[in-house]
């Protein structure tokens, strides 16, 4: 396919370590692990590349998006869309050569050619690529810094053509964002005219351009920009009322010393992913410390039992240390997505479980609830309570997954990651081959001692405890099966015998042998259906549990109600009884495990004064039973209430 | 200068609408002994000249001053002319209780300023007319043109009442005339997405009796409900939806609060205005079910209303967060005055028993001890480390704010509390709110009422009423909502007359000068529990005495070591009456509460688990203070639904 020819051998993903000696393990080839349709995520990239890759196509084209690089510089030009509507375009892109990695086909490439047409025609001759300011303000190009997001823009144009270089043999997108980017190093590489980005994502972008082209300008310049953040230094000439705080923008305090996560979420985890791409590439102890405990404010304080991140609708932005509304809990998708990100490269570099334990729990919770079944509808907030008269004003605050937003920056996100999942389930170093998230797929793979591993993996996972392993290497290599933190009990057995001793090390089981081919390791990870309680500080939650089958968090929904007089609303759960396993046939998922809760509803008075009681009044229970279903399948059956956290009765 | 005779805010034209009527604004006195006369005389000392300030440090006034001069810079957001006229309602209202020559030079200044701003055909408004004026009368959705057009009114209105002589009212006039002329006519209705001209044209057509300006009002409110309010406003994230501005139903078919709160509620003032006026009963049924809607199911238990920071706007029902209850102090103020409407045409003591309550909890907490800070949005929790990026959620009380229309309108309510005290019918005199200060009415049977009021409430609930004037009438006495017993003597003879339907004990009586009526309304300190769906609330108790709200904070927990956060209250052990010692504040009612500190285990790390693993702390003790002194000791803390184990 000409411009797209794939490239053969070891292909990148998109973290690529090029100093070995500062991470505990590494990714493997993007085209090392092939998912099967078979297993979950594997099916998720089908649907990808099916419906959502098309349905991303068509937007662009409707939203304007498109036309406004092809029309700019001439008399048809009219920018549509948010000013940061090109990114669209180059978030979209980025999704499509990941796709390309598995999915070669002629209407991709063709679209890509029109997209890459479009870029051309839109770059400027010293670099600059923005159609807003170029177009509608082009005396105000590189003025505004906080808002303007020129450089986040710039950032995901790089993602793109690092990606497109690291598929194919060919990669026209990268001759444009290099050309970008070095008008960026020209006009803010020192430090008397460095400029800082209110929304991060280039510095992630520069660092990992670098790493695909060796230019260490690109690192100095993102290295700049990550130092010159936290001294205020921001500053917002537009004057939009509002959004000046420096904390919001990440600028009140440098890297080496921010520890709590604050501000715009998307924007204080792209910068994170920057902070230890930095590390990995300069090995500065304090940028690693910081970042490890600004995890655990967010993880331990400020992240939803889903993996949801960031509270506030107003913003977009991260609450108080366990403000985690359920009803108005924001957690955008984006977010979660740039939580995997973060979270796998602090996985590579520590090797610690608890990494890869949040990334299982964004994915099969928040991240794939945000895609509809059909692949064409978005959550871009993913509340764990939805209330049934709940009304809003803006889309992005939508209860229902819709096909696009004023904001659009979700759906291709969500594209992204998706084509390039199977980047983020399994790592190696030395003779060490460590998986963290098990998926049904066929794993090829060299490890440093020059052994190559082949393994099938057969496993319905998450929905099954069951991983069925068979190993087609002869040697010596030792093989990490991660024991996820929510993992109470497991079994393995090797050929079919229980093992005599079991070594787990910091979560991870290792199985140090020499293989022989036709090897079958089974793994048994228990899954009972549990309730979980919440910290007493997260008020939110108070006096309800939640309830969990291995990493998947459920939910229960009007949908499922029998009893005409029963709104999902009032029902509380008896914890104390065990919930139900039970198979449904899931309308659009299929098979699913369902749980059946006993308990009973509330018979609350409706209201006839202020909505509070003097001590003392009786509410009577009237026994029911509620079904929960995996939260990301919720509101795919219409439009009723839905909760996470369940009362108590 | 000041008149005698004065209306007050707001005096109907019509009385057959209404079952009773307001008093005139020298009917009613209130001590600086009581803690409403006191806050008077607070506001006039200390909250109006820090308005006057700010207007002046801001830019809001030197834009009107340099409109068409090569110094003018307009500053500030694009309706903050309506800054200085609400200021201005405050300063004139204001100015009838005390009369301050400084005030009366900056009144005289401003009035200078929007004469010279004011454009020959009328117009006025300076955002437009300086920075975007080829944009006049196209955004009406966001532009606020009308929405401080009305406040302009409201100020002239306000010094047409009270002062002698009224150049304001020229100003508004004029600017009414050009609305009159540009909208009136059959397809030139436009309305503005922000209500607030409606209840303003109203009210100016009851002090100038001009047809036109009521005429002009109901079609502006009965023209909202059809999706026609549009916003020309290119690029911004600013909600389009109707419903956010009460455009998506008529007013006579919306029955749900629903949008922008202070919107919301500003229309449904002018509504009642309307009803007063005009007597279409569907326009009551419906603003009555909405306020049931809104009391019932969207009202914080501290009398806080509009649950979303976002839009501002009400939330769902029953969502009620309380550290992210957005409760803005306009919003409370709004429903005061729009419930005072109510009560007068309904009579109804519900209505004066959520003014009440709004007025002693987020009215009362809004201003700083020293008059000149105050908050914007007003929640029932701050935790411990609180950080927010915009000032109108910071949670702590500010001298200013960028959108500032919390601050004066702090001012105007709190000048014209003595409205919102007693209302009057052929021959009932009837008591809503109690305060020390002295009544002296005439009503239209020409009975003469004259009463002298001295009491602590709401700190103490003991109300003795002094007759000062002989007169045949009924005095009606409002029995509050939360009390649960009371006492009634005239004369040291007990009564045991009831409270009517509405929710008031009737006395009729040839009354002597010399009798002397003692109310007793029993105030006791007790846990109130949430409505089950409220689930930011659930397995909390809140802490009420009389009409006033308790709160715990981290300055009463600092000596234990430990976090405000973390307290659970244990509700069999008693309450204990106490009072406590707040720098700025002097002596405040407490009440003390017994319970413990849970936390979870330091070692346990993620927040979900099972079992959970807490400590507890050995019981203890913690004093609660009234909400609306919350937040003038060490930063910290405060919460008002505590966790019951």
Same mark, same amino acid.
Request: with cysteine; aromatic share 10%; net charge negative.
């Given at each position: 396919?000409?411009?797209?020819?794939?490239?053969?051998?070891?292909?990148?993903?998109?973290?690529?370590?090029?100093?070995?000696?500062?991470?505990?393990?590494?990714?493997?080839?993007?085209?090392?692990?092939?998912?099967?349709?078979?297993?979950?995520?594997?099916?998720?990239?089908?649907?990808?590349?099916?419906?959502?890759?098309?349905?991303?196509?068509?937007?662009?084209?409707?939203?304007?998006?498109?036309?406004?690089?092809?029309?700019?510089?001439?008399?048809?030009?009219?920018?549509?869309?948010?000013?940061?509507?090109?990114?669209?375009?180059?978030? /979209?892109?980025?999704?499509?050569?990941?796709?390309?990695?598995?999915?070669?086909?002629?209407?991709?490439?063709?679209?890509?050619?029109?997209?890459?047409?479009?870029?051309?025609?839109?770059?400027?001759?010293?670099?600059?690529?923005?159609?807003?300011?170029?177009?509608?303000?082009?005396?105000?190009?590189?003025?505004?810094?906080?808002?303007?997001?020129?450089?986040?823009?710039?950032?995901?144009?790089?993602?793109?053509?690092?990606?497109?270089?690291?598929?194919?043999?060919?990669?026209?997108?990268?001759?444009?964002?290099?050309?970008?980017?070095?008008?960026?190093?020209?006009?803010?590489?020192?430090?008397?005219?460095?400029?800082?980005?209110?929304?991060?994502?280039?510095?992630?972008?520069?660092?990992?351009?670098?790493?695909?082209?060796?230019?260490?300008?690109?690192?100095?310049?993102?290295?700049?920009?990550?130092?010159?953040?936290?001294?205020?230094?921001?500053?917002?000439?537009?004057?939009?009322?509002? $959004?000046?705080?420096?904390?919001?923008?990440?600028?009140?305090?440098?890297?080496?010393?921010?520890?709590?996560?604050?501000?715009?979420?998307?924007?204080?985890?792209?910068?994170?992913?920057?902070?230890?791409?930095?590390?990995?590439?300069?090995?500065?102890?304090?940028?690693?410390?910081?970042?490890?405990?600004?995890?655990?404010?967010?993880?331990?304080?400020?992240?939803?039992?889903?993996?949801?991140?960031?509270?506030?609708?107003?913003?977009?932005? +991260?609450?108080?240390?366990?403000?985690?509304p359920n009803d108005r809990?924001?957690?955008?998708?984006?977010?979660?997505?740039?939580?995997?990100?973060?979270?796998?490269?602090?996985?590579?570099?520590?090797?610690?479980?608890?990494?890869?334990?949040?990334?299982?729990?964004?994915?099969?919770?928040?991240?794939?609830?945000?895609?509809?079944?059909?692949?064409?509808?978005? +959550?871009?907030?993913?509340?764990?309570h939805l209330r049934r008269d709940h009304i809003d004003?803006?889309?992005?605050?939508?209860?229902?997954?819709?096909?696009?937003?004023?904001?659009?920056?979700?759906?291709?996100?969500?594209?992204?990651?998706?084509?390039?999942?199977?980047?983020?389930?399994? /790592?190696?170093?030395?003779?060490?081959?460590?998986?963290?998230?098990?998926?049904?797929?066929?794993?090829?793979?060299?490890?440093?001692?020059?052994?190559?591993?082949?393994?099938?993996?057969?496993?319905?996972?998450?929905?099954?405890?069951?991983?069925?392993?068979?190993?087609?290497?002869? =040697?010596?290599?030792?093989?990490?099966?991660?024991?996820?933190?929510?993992?109470?009990?497991?079994?393995?057995?090797?050929? /079919?015998?229980?093992?005599?001793?079991?070594?787990?090390?910091?979560?991870?089981?290792?199985?140090?042998?020499?293989?022989?081919?036709?090897?079958?390791?089974?793994?048994?990870?228990?899954?009972?259906?549990?309730?979980?309680?919440?910290?007493?500080?997260?008020?939110a939650?108070?006096?309800?549990?939640?309830?969990?089958? =291995?990493?998947?968090?459920?939910?229960?929904?009007q949908?499922?109600?029998?009893?005409?007089?029963?709104n999902i609303e009032d +029902?509380?759960?008896?914890?104390?009884?065990?919930?139900? $396993?039970?198979? &449904?046939?899931?309308?659009?998922?299929?098979?699913?495990?369902?749980?059946?809760?006993?308990?009973?509803y509330l018979q609350a008075p409706n209201p006839q004064s202020p909505a509070y009681f003097t001590? =003392?009044e009786?509410i009577?229970?009237?026994?029911?039973?509620?079904?929960?279903?995996?939260? +990301?399948?919720?509101?795919?059956?219409?439009?009723?209430g &839905?909760r996470?956290?369940?009362p108590?009765? | 200068?000041?008149?005698?005779?004065?209306?007050?805010?707001?005096?109907?034209?019509?009385?057959?609408?209404?079952?009773?009527?307001?008093?005139?604004?020298?009917?009613?006195?209130?001590?600086?002994?009581?803690?409403?006369?006191?806050?008077?005389?607070?506001?006039?000392?200390?909250?109006?000249?820090?308005?006057?300030?700010?207007?002046?440090?801001?830019?809001?006034?030197?834009?009107?001053?340099?409109?068409?001069?090569?110094?003018?810079?307009?500053?500030?957001?694009?309706?903050?002319?309506?800054?200085?006229?609400?200021?201005?309602?405050?300063?004139?209202?204001?100015?009838?209780?005390?009369?301050?020559?400084?005030?009366? @030079?900056?009144?005289?200044?401003?009035?200078?300023?929007?004469?010279?701003?004011?454009?020959?055909?009328?117009?006025?408004?300076?955002?437009?007319?300086?920075?975007?004026?080829?944009?006049?009368?196209?955004?009406?959705?966001?532009?606020?043109?009308?929405?401080?057009?009305?406040?302009?009114?409201?100020?002239?209105?306000?010094?047409?009442?009270?002062?002698?002589?009224?150049?304001?009212?020229?100003?508004?006039?004029?600017?009414?005339?050009?609305?009159?002329?540009?909208?009136?006519?059959?397809?030139?209705?436009?309305? #503005?997405?922000?209500?607030?001209?409606?209840?303003?044209?109203?009210?100016?057509?009851?002090?100038?009796? !001009?047809?036109?300006?009521?005429?002009?009002?109901?079609?502006?409110?009965?023209?909202?409900?059809?999706?026609?309010?549009?916003?020309?406003?290119?690029?911004?994230?600013?909600?389009?939806?109707?419903s956010?501005?009460q455009?998506?139903k008529?007013?006579?078919e919306a029955t749900t609060a629903v949008g922008h709160s202070?919107?919301q509620l500003?229309?449904n003032?002018?509504?009642?205005?309307?009803?007063?006026?005009?007597?279409?009963?569907?326009?009551?049924k419906a603003q009555e079910t909405m306020w049931e809607d809104m009391v019932y199911t969207k009202m914080y238990v501290t009398g806080g209303l509009g649950s979303r920071?976002?839009d501002?706007a009400f939330g769902d029902s029953f969502e009620l967060p309380n550290?992210r209850a957005y409760a803005e102090?306009?919003a409370s103020?709004a429903n005061?005055?729009w419930s005072?409407?109510l009560?007068?045409?309904?009579?109804k003591?519900r209505y004066?028993d959520v003014?009440?309550l709004s007025?002693?909890n987020i009215?009362?907490?809004?201003?700083?001890? @020293?008059?000149?800070?105050?908050?914007?949005?007003?929640?029932l929790?701050?935790?411990?480390?609180?950080?927010?990026?915009?000032?109108?959620?910071?949670?702590?009380?500010?001298?200013?704010?960028? #959108?500032?229309?919390?601050?004066?309108?702090?001012?105007?309510?709190?000048?014209?509390?003595?409205?919102?005290?007693?209302?009057?019918?052929?021959?009932?005199?009837?008591?809503?709110? *109690?305060?020390?200060?002295?009544?002296?009415?005439?009503?239209?049977?020409?009975?003469?009422?004259?009463?002298?009021?001295?009491?602590?409430?709401?700190?103490?609930?003991?109300?003795?009423?002094?007759?000062?004037?002989?007169?045949? *009438?009924?005095?009606?006495?409002?029995?509050?909502e939360?009390?649960?017993?009371?006492?009634?003597?005239?004369?040291?003879?007990?009564?045991?007359?009831?409270?009517?339907?509405?929710?008031?004990?009737?006395? @009729?009586?040839?009354?002597?000068?010399?009798?002397?009526?003692?109310?007793?309304?029993?105030?006791?300190?007790?846990?109130l529990k949430p409505h089950p769906r409220i689930d930011a609330a659930r397995?909390c108790?809140a802490?009420?005495?009389?009409?006033?709200i308790?709160?715990?904070?981290?300055?009463?927990?600092?000596?234990?070591?430990?976090?405000?956060?973390?307290?659970?209250?244990?509700?069999?052990? !008693?309450?204990?009456?106490?009072?406590?010692?707040?720098?700025?504040?002097?002596?405040?009612?407490?009440?003390?509460?017994?319970?413990?500190?849970?936390?979870?285990?330091?070692?346990?790390?993620?927040? *979900?688990?099972?079992?959970?693993?807490?400590?507890?702390?050995?019981?203890?003790?913690?004093?609660?203070?009234?909400?609306?002194?919350?937040?003038?000791?060490?930063?910290?803390?405060?919460?008002v639904w505590?966790?019951?184990?």
């Amino acid at each position: 396919m000409g411009a797209n020819e794939m490239k053969k051998g070891f292909i990148d993903g998109p973290v690529k370590v090029l100093r070995k000696e500062l991470v505990k393990t590494e990714p493997i080839g993007l085209n090392e692990y092939k998912l099967s349709d078979q297993s979950w995520l594997g099916e998720r990239q089908v649907i990808n590349a099916e419906k959502t890759i098309p349905h991303l196509k068509e937007q662009l084209v409707k939203s304007g998006a498109l036309a406004n690089m092809q029309n700019y510089g001439t008399s048809k030009f009219e920018f549509k869309g948010l000013w940061f509507a090109d990114h669209d375009i180059h978030k /979209s892109l980025e999704g499509f050569f990941w796709n390309q990695n598995y999915q070669e086909s002629e209407a991709f490439s063709d679209f890509i050619q029109v997209c890459t047409d479009a870029l051309k025609n839109a770059q400027e001759p010293d670099g600059y690529l923005n159609t807003w300011f170029g177009g509608v303000h082009p005396d105000k190009k590189f003025s505004d810094f906080a808002s303007g997001h020129e450089m986040y823009n710039a950032g995901h144009l790089i993602q793109a053509a690092v990606a497109q270089n690291r598929i194919s043999e060919n990669a026209p997108v990268m001759v444009i964002a290099r050309k970008l980017a070095d008008l960026l190093v020209k006009s803010f590489g020192t430090p008397q005219t460095l400029q800082m980005c209110g929304h991060p994502e280039i510095e992630t972008a520069l660092i990992e351009l670098y790493r695909e082209t060796g230019e260490k300008s690109y690192l100095n310049l993102a290295e700049l920009m990550i130092r010159g953040r936290g001294f205020r230094k921001i500053k917002d000439k537009t004057k939009q009322p509002f $959004i000046t705080d420096a904390a919001y923008l990440q600028d009140h305090t440098p890297a080496t010393t921010a520890i709590t996560a604050t501000g715009h979420a998307v924007r204080q985890i792209y910068l994170n992913t920057a902070v230890v791409d930095l590390y990995m590439e300069n090995a500065e102890k304090a940028l690693l410390e910081a970042q490890e405990k600004m995890w655990e404010d967010i993880v331990y304080t400020k992240m939803f039992v889903t993996g949801g991140l960031g509270v506030h609708h107003r913003a977009e932005d +991260f609450g108080d240390s366990y403000e985690l509304p359920n009803d108005r809990g924001y957690q955008e998708t984006c977010v979660a997505i740039a939580n995997v990100m973060w979270s796998w490269r602090l996985l590579l570099i520590t090797g610690k479980r608890r990494y890869a334990d949040v990334i299982e729990l964004s994915l099969f919770n928040t991240i794939a609830g945000s895609l509809s079944a059909d692949g064409c509808n978005f +959550f871009y907030s993913n509340p764990l309570h939805l209330r049934r008269d709940h009304i809003d004003f803006s889309d992005n605050a939508s209860p229902q997954r819709i096909p696009w937003y004023a904001c659009p920056c979700c759906p291709p996100n969500i594209t992204r990651l998706i084509a390039s999942i199977n980047h983020y389930l399994v /790592s190696k170093k030395g003779n060490e081959l460590s998986l963290h998230i098990y998926a049904d797929g066929k794993l090829s793979t060299t490890l440093d001692s020059g052994l190559q591993v082949d393994l099938d993996i057969k496993t319905k996972y998450p929905f099954d405890e069951k991983v069925t392993i068979n190993n087609a290497t002869k =040697g010596q290599y030792v093989l990490k099966l991660r024991i996820p933190d929510w993992c109470k009990s497991f079994d393995i057995t090797l050929n /079919s015998k229980p093992l005599d001793k079991q070594v787990v090390v910091e979560g991870y089981l290792h199985l140090d042998r020499d293989w022989s081919a036709g090897d079958c390791v089974e793994l048994t990870l228990s899954m009972p259906a549990e309730f979980i309680a919440p910290n007493p500080r997260i008020d939110a939650s108070r006096g309800c549990v939640a309830i969990r089958l =291995g990493p998947i968090v459920y939910a229960i929904e009007q949908e499922d109600v029998q009893d005409s007089k029963m709104n999902i609303e009032d +029902f509380v759960v008896d914890a104390s009884k065990k919930p139900v $396993i039970k198979n &449904m046939d899931f309308p659009i998922h299929g098979a699913t495990k369902a749980l059946t809760l006993s308990g009973g509803y509330l018979q609350a008075p409706n209201p006839q004064s202020p909505a509070y009681f003097t001590h =003392g009044e009786k509410i009577n229970i009237q026994t029911a039973s509620a079904i929960a279903i995996p939260y +990301f399948l919720w509101g795919n059956r219409g439009f009723g209430g &839905m909760r996470v956290w369940v009362p108590e009765s | 200068m000041s008149k005698k005779n004065s209306l007050g805010p707001v005096s109907p034209v019509v009385d057959k609408f209404s079952l009773s009527q307001p008093l005139l604004l020298n009917d009613v006195t209130l001590s600086e002994k009581g803690d409403l006369g006191r806050w008077q005389m607070h506001n006039a000392k200390t909250t109006i000249p820090h308005l006057i300030d700010n207007l002046i440090a801001t830019g809001a006034l030197a834009n009107l001053q340099d409109i068409g001069t090569p110094k003018f810079n307009f500053k500030g957001m694009w309706f903050s002319d309506s800054d200085i006229h609400k200021s201005l309602e405050a300063l004139c209202w204001s100015l009838y209780l005390y009369s301050d020559k400084k005030q009366t @030079d900056f009144l005289k200044e401003a009035t200078a300023a929007i004469v010279h701003a004011q454009q020959d055909d009328g117009y006025v408004n300076t955002y437009f007319q300086g920075v975007y004026p080829d944009e006049k009368w196209v955004n009406f959705g966001w532009g606020h043109e009308l929405y401080v057009g009305g406040h302009l009114i409201q100020a002239a209105v306000a010094e047409s009442r009270v002062l002698h002589d009224s150049p304001l009212l020229k100003i508004a006039i004029k600017f009414a005339d050009l609305l009159v002329k540009k909208f009136s006519a059959p397809g030139t209705l436009e309305m #503005c997405g922000h209500p607030e001209i409606e209840t303003a044209l109203i009210e100016l057509y009851r002090e100038t009796k !001009n047809d036109s300006y009521l005429d002009l009002a109901e079609k502006m409110i009965l023209g909202r409900g059809y999706e026609k309010i549009t916003s020309k406003r290119g690029l911004n994230f600013h909600p389009a939806s109707a419903s956010y501005m009460q455009d998506h139903k008529t007013v006579k078919e919306a029955t749900t609060a629903v949008g922008h709160s202070v919107r919301q509620l500003y229309l449904n003032a002018a509504v009642m205005d309307l009803y007063a006026e005009k007597g279409d009963p569907a326009l009551l049924k419906a603003q009555e079910t909405m306020w049931e809607d809104m009391v019932y199911t969207k009202m914080y238990v501290t009398g806080g209303l509009g649950s979303r920071h976002k839009d501002e706007a009400f939330g769902d029902s029953f969502e009620l967060p309380n550290d992210r209850a957005y409760a803005e102090t306009c919003a409370s103020i709004a429903n005061f005055m729009w419930s005072w409407r109510l009560l007068l045409v309904t009579g109804k003591a519900r209505y004066a028993d959520v003014m009440e309550l709004s007025l002693y909890n987020i009215i009362a907490g809004s201003v700083s001890s @020293d008059g000149c800070k105050f908050f914007y949005s007003n929640p029932l929790q701050y935790r411990t480390g609180h950080f927010t990026a915009f000032d109108t959620d910071a949670s702590e009380r500010l001298s200013w704010y960028t #959108c500032s229309c919390c601050p004066p309108n702090i001012g105007r309510i709190v000048a014209t509390l003595q409205h919102y005290m007693a209302s009057a019918t052929n021959d009932i005199f009837a008591l809503h709110l *109690y305060s020390e200060g002295a009544f002296k009415a005439t009503l239209k049977s020409g009975a003469v009422v004259g009463l002298n009021v001295s009491t602590e409430y709401p700190n103490n609930g003991a109300v003795k009423i002094a007759v000062t004037e002989n007169g045949k *009438y009924t005095l009606q006495l409002r029995i509050p909502e939360w009390c649960k017993d009371y006492s009634l003597s005239v004369n040291g003879t007990a009564s045991s007359v009831k409270p009517n339907a509405l929710g008031y004990i009737s006395v @009729d009586k040839e009354w002597k000068s010399g009798d002397v009526i003692n109310l007793d309304l029993k105030m006791t300190a007790e846990f109130l529990k949430p409505h089950p769906r409220i689930d930011a609330a659930r397995g909390c108790v809140a802490l009420r005495k009389g009409p006033v709200i308790y709160a715990i904070e981290q300055a009463d927990v600092q000596d234990k070591g430990c976090f405000v956060d973390d307290f659970a209250v244990d509700i069999k052990a !008693n309450i204990k009456e106490t009072k406590i010692s707040i720098a700025g504040l002097g002596e405040v009612s407490a009440l003390e509460i017994s319970g413990h500190f849970e936390t979870f285990k330091a070692s346990a790390d993620y927040p *979900y688990a099972n079992p959970l693993p807490v400590d507890q702390s050995s019981p203890t003790k913690v004093t609660a203070i009234p909400y609306a002194q919350w937040g003038n000791r060490v930063k910290g803390g405060m919460k008002v639904w505590v966790p019951t184990k």
